[in-house]
Every structure is written in structure tokens, then in C-alpha cells.
């Protein structure tokens, strides 16, 4: 126990917790998207697909206990991090310009935050529905496409999805890198794994707004 | 040609430090640019100035001392070299220059753009080392090793220490260093008893003193003079996992 909790103590530590409950939540994205995309099927699959979801209510809410935890952790041990590099730098450059430093990598500073609010407003608009300008409950389908209609809710949706995309895909290829996952002979899957994954969730998210909105799913 | 240097000027560590304006009339592209500022400060001494403080020794890019940053790159803008190897034929006619110390609260200024690199040292001093018999030089080629093990484990000894990943490192990070040391010993035969104990009180010693943490930016790797890759932070990784998770081992073998 004395052992782990010195671990995660270190900012190594702290990274592989980052990791592993980046992991666990990158799953259920992906579960989340592909879930989803039953509704190119109709209203009575995507209700059904839900009442499925909602049958089990012990169930649901052990998922969400374990999903809530992970966000928790992911956000905490970001904080302690971010908050230690910061403290390692009080003085600044006058001139700054570190190479090879990607756009994803970053974002990441800011797309966590802006992600976390977009859950709690995705949340409140088709779980709670409190965000919603006319929520049925149950009838998941409506209320999709009620959110959708409107543009700038729609933008919204797709915006964080852009930047959700390039969470992940900064997120999968570190995690390689913190997990000391790093065969020089398969070192191009790891980019490879992470643009495809950020690519899939991206697109799969992003379309169904765009679908709404354009009258293909109505 | 004509040239506007920045200079950073700090009179000790308690000074606030500002920039200074430097214009130099003739540099030969044939200058390196640490002889650059060696002409500048003949000048300096003979205005009864203070000459700008560096640090400098084999010039040659392999003992480490140099290093500060050049428009906003840590030994400047060329890949794979010291700011001692770097040449002025890289610089055109009325460039202007900012010149910078290594910023980083670990690396306090002592002055002008000398810094406290003692941390590193630090570092080493908890694992950076290996166990050696003494006494009359063994055999070549006694120690059976891979020749990719060797490749590797060279390519990770190829660190100078010059501080450069942390100057760069958005974080503050000292991964890369670290990582190095650790890869190199790790992947020998000879760093293979105290492998573990290694990873464990360098990663250690690295957390007392006040770095940042990896966010995989990899400006480090890009800066390196010496191009070392960080493969070697995902080993330390590694490494450091695997001890730190299992805790030491049991001192005796015997079943208690
Ligand atoms: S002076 Fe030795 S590496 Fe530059």
C-alpha cells in the first residue's frame, strides 16, 4: 500500500492514473458513438436501444459511479500536474519558441476544461433534459433531434466533438509513452492507433449533429 | 554583417535582471557564435563594461557547459547542435538576436546567462552510477550484450547534460535527461543490478528538485543536441512503474 501510494504521489504515478482512467473513459466514448448511431435507424430502434440501456438500473448506475470516478481522478491528477509545471517555470521567456510542439498537445490545457463543461451541458440537455427546449423522456429519438435543430446547439455539439477528437488523440498516443509502451518496431501503431480512434469517435460524433441539421435524420 | 543582440544581463541571483541592446557592426559569418560574443565582450572590456557571463569549455559540443536560448530555441534553431557549434553563416545581414538564459526554477540564474545546473548533479548522485569491480582492466568483449542493446544504450550515453529538454520543455520537465541516464545504464549489462533501485531514486530525486511533469510536447527531443530520442522517458516510465508498484525487494531469500 506504502509502496503505491508513493507511486501516485510522483507525477509518473499521477500519469499512469491519468492513463488508465483515460482508458476506461475513452471506452465508453467509443461504446457511446457507436451506440448512437442507431439512430440512422429510426426512432423506434434508437427508444428501444435507450430502454435497453435503462433497464437495468443497478447496473446503470454502477457504470456511472465507475464513469463519474474516472473523471474525477482524470481531472485531479491533470490539475496536480498542470499545476506543478506551472510552478516550475515562475519566470517566462521573453521569446518562446519550443519546436515540434503540435496543435493537440497543446490544447489539451484548455480542451479538458471545455470538454468537461460540454458534458455537464450534454447532460443536462439529453439525460436531465433541464437544458432542453422540449424534453420527452424516454422518447430519446425526439429528443435529439429537437437539441439538434436548433444551429447553435448543434455547433456546440460539434465543436467540442472537434475538440474532443484531439483530446483523444493526444491523449491515446501519450498513453503509450506513460505506460512505457514503446517497441521501437511498432512505434508508427501508436500514432497510427490514435488517429484512427480520434478519427472514428470524431467523425461518428460530428455527423449526427451535421445530419440533424441538414434534414438527413429528421 | 550588421546584427541587434538582446542580451538577458543579471548581476547575481537576487538581481532583477533586464535585457540589454548590443548592435554589432561587423560579425563575420566564419564566427561561431559563441566567438561572436567573445569579440562583443573584448568590447564590453574595453568600454570598462561588464562582460556578458556564459558558460563555455571544450566548444566542441561534448562536454555540456554552454547552452542558452537563441531567438526562443534552446542552442538556437539548428537540429543537432551546441550554441557553441553554432556558426553566424546561419544568420543574415541586420538579424536581431535574443539571448536568454535556461529558465527554469530548478536552473536558478547565477548570472547573465550562467545557470545552477547542480540539480542535475543531484540527480545523478542518487542513481546514475554503476558497480564495478576495481583493480586491472577485464577483458574486452568478456560481457556478452546484443548489438541493438549496445546501439541504443550509446545513443541514450550520448547526453551531455546541458539542460537544454528542460529549457525547452513548455513544463519545465527534466524527462529526458532522466530518461536518458536511465535507458543507458538500464539497457547494459553492466547497469542491470542496480536497474531497479536506479529507476526508483533518480525518478526520486527528480520529484525533490522543482521540474515539471511530461506532457508529451516532445520540444525536448527537437532541441537535444544530441537527438536523443524519447523512447528513453517511456523506459523510465517503465522502469519506475514496475519498482515503485512492487516495492523493494526482500533483502534475504529465505521464506519468513
Ligand atoms: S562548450 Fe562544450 S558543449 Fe558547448
Known amino acids: 500500500m506504502s509502496h503505491s501510494a508513493g507511486f501516485l504521489g510522483s507525477t509518473l504515478g499521477k500519469k499512469v492514473l491519468m492513463a488508465v482512467t483515460g482508458i476506461i473513459l475513452f471506452g465508453f466514448v467509443l ?188 | 554583417m550588421k546584427l541587434t543582440l538582446h542580451v538577458w544581463r543579471q548581476r547575481n541571483p537576487a538581481d532583477a535582471g533586464a535585457f540589454a541592446t548590443y548592435e554589432l557592426e561587423d560579425v563575420s559569418t566564419h564566427m561561431s557564435f559563441l566567438e561572436m560574443l567573445d569579440v562583443l565582450n573584448q568590447d564590453l572590456i574595453a568600454k570598462g563594461e561588464e562582460p556578458i557571463a556564459f558558460e563555455h569549455d571544450c566548444r566542441e559540443g561534448i562536454c555540456g557547459s554552454c547552452g542558452f536560448m537563441v531567438n526562443g530555441v534552446a542552442h538556437g534553431e539548428q537540429p543537432g547542435v551546441t550554441v557553441c557549434q553554432l556558426h553566424m553563416r546561419h544568420f543574415k545581414d541586420g538579424d536581431e538576436v535574443t539571448i536568454e538564459p535556461w529558465r527554469a526554477k530548478a536552473f536558478p540564474i547565477i548570472k547573465d546567462l550562467v545557470v545552477d545546473r547542480s540539480a542535475f548533479d543531484r540527480i545523478m548522485h542518487a542513481g546514475g552510477f554503476i558497480t564495478v569491480r576495481t583493480g586491472s582492466a577485464p577483458d574486452a568483449n568478456a560481457i556478452p550484450i546484443t548489438t541493438e542493446n549496445v546501439e541504443h544504450a550509446m545513443d541514450f550515453a550520448e547526453c551531455i547534460g546541458c539542460g537544454a529538454c528542460v529549457a525547452s520543455c513548455p513544463n519545465g520537465a527534466a524527462m529526458l535527461f532522466v530518461g536518458a541516464k536511465i535507458a543507458h545504464l538500464g539497457l547494459l549489462p553492466q547497469g542491470q543490478p542496480e536497474r531497479a533501485a536506479r529507476a526508483l531514486r533518480m525518478v526520486e530525486a527528480m520529484e525533490r528538485e522543482a521540474f515539471g511533469a511530461c506532457s508529451n510536447f516532445r520540444a525536448c527531443e527537437a532541441v537535444c543536441p544530441k537527438e536523443i530520442s524519447i523512447s528513453g522517458i517511456a523506459r523510465m516510465n517503465k522502469d519506475f512503474r514496475r519498482v515503485a508498484l512492487a516495492g523493494p525487494a526482500p533483502a534475504r531469500g529465505k521464506r519468513r
Open chain 1, 31 to 218: 461504446g457511446h458513438m457507436l451506440g448512437n448511431q442507431q439512430i440512422y435507424l429510426g426512432a423506434e430502434r434508437l427508444n428501444h436501444y435507450a430502454e435497453l440501456l435503462q433497464a437495468n438500473q443497478a447496473l446503470l448506475w454502477a457504470v456511472r459511479s465507475v464513469l463519474l470516478f474516472c473523471v474525477a481522478v482524470h481531472i485531479v491528477a491533470a490539475v496536480q500536474v498542470w499545476l506543478r509545471s506551472r510552478a516550475a517555470r515562475p519566470v517566462r521567456y521573453r521569446v518562446f519558441r519550443p519546436p515540434a510542439v503540435d496543435y493537440a498537445a497543446r490544447t489539451m490545457v484548455w480542451s479538458g476544461p471545455i470538454i468537461a463543461l460540454f458534458i455537464i451541458f450534454h447532460l443536462l440537455d439529453l439525460t436531465v433534459g433541464s437544458a432542453h427546449p422540449n424534453y420527452i423522456r424516454g422518447d430519446v429519438y425526439h429528443n435529439v433531434i429537437a437539441s439538434f435543430s436548433q444551429p447553435v446547439v448543434a455547433l456546440v455539439y460539434v465543436a467540442a466533438n472537434l475538440l474532443l477528437a484531439f483530446h483523444l488523440y493526444h491523449g491515446l498516443w501519450s498513453l503509450f509513452q506513460t505506460i512505457g509502451w514503446d517497441h521501437p518496431r511498432f512505434g508508427f501503431v501508436r500514432r497510427a492507433v490514435a488517429v484512427l480512434f480520434a478519427v472514428l469517435i470524431g467523425a461518428g460524433n460530428i455527423a449526427i449533429p451535421l445530419a440533424v441539421l441538414t434534414g438527413v435524420v429528421r
